[in-house]
């Protein structure tokens, strides 16, 4: 699977879209895009997957670049509760059961 | 739907003493995952079953056992417990659709003296 390499921690003001960067300059054709986010001390909650095209769900957008060498996931209006580590992971869709994490980036939504 | 359930929430043991942590899951996953989180650190797998009678392990198996029961249960084992294994222990369940996403449960914190 390949690795991944996030920014330690970064700041938003509430309200503001919060911008997550991920390089993956090593990803194979078939491996996916994950991100997932750990509240405090909670277990991690899965936010959102792409392969190769950008997506959007009720939590957030996935941008993956046209090479996929890495993506961005974005928070369109954070709040005070998205403060959390969010990590960004890579891995084969089919048969990936090896999710590894890695240190993530501590976000840090600021009123 | 519980999801993803854990027991015990908090655990306290001294050098040597065996305990085993369980998981249960009622979303119908196949695959199953046991993961250590250590303060400030990621998390980083321990062991996982694909499916209901397979285990394999992840990156830091040494001084655990899993066994998966059944489809809705999988349970971690630790023989003699050492202080490098004061942690906080993760079970998760896998999506058996294409995008394997991973669902948590809310961890066990485990102290050992």
């Known amino acids: 699977d390949a690795k991944t390499t996030q920014p330690p921690s970064m700041d938003c003001a509430e309200g503001r879209a919060a911008n997550l960067p991920c390089n993956h300059s090593t990803i194979s054709g078939n491996e996916y895009v994950y991100w997932y986010r750990q509240i405090h001390s909670q277990g991690p909650q899965y936010i959102i997957h792409g392969l190769k095209n950008n997506e959007t769900n009720e939590m957030a957008s996935l941008i993956i670049t046209e090479d996929r060498k890495s993506s961005t996931l974005i928070l369109p209006h954070a709040t005070l509760r998205d403060t959390a580590v969010y990590y960004c992971i890579v891995r084969v869709g089919t048969g990936g059961f090896k999710t590894i994490f890695g240190a993530g980036t501590r976000l840090f939504v600021k009123a | 739907n519980a999801g993803v359930t854990q027991t015990p929430k908090f655990q306290v043991l001294k050098t040597g003493q065996s305990m085993t942590l369980q998981c249960a899951q009622d979303?119908?996953?196949?695959?199953m995952y046991w993961y250590r989180q250590d303060p400030g650190m990621g998390l980083r797998l321990i062991y996982y079953?694909?499916?209901?009678?397979?285990?394999d392990k992840g990156e830091v198996p040494n001084g655990y056992n899993v066994s998966r029961l059944n489809k809705r249960e999988f349970s971690l084992r630790l023989e003699s417990a050492a202080p490098s294994q004061t942690s906080v222990y993760f079970c998760?369940?896998?999506?058996?659709?294409?995008?394997?996403?991973?669902?948590f449960g809310p961890g066990t914190r485990l102290t050992v003296t």
């Open positions: 079953s694909a499916s209901e009678g397979t285990t």
């Open positions: 979303m119908n996953h196949n695959s």
């Open positions: 998760a369940s896998g999506s058996d659709r294409v995008s394997y996403e991973q669902y």
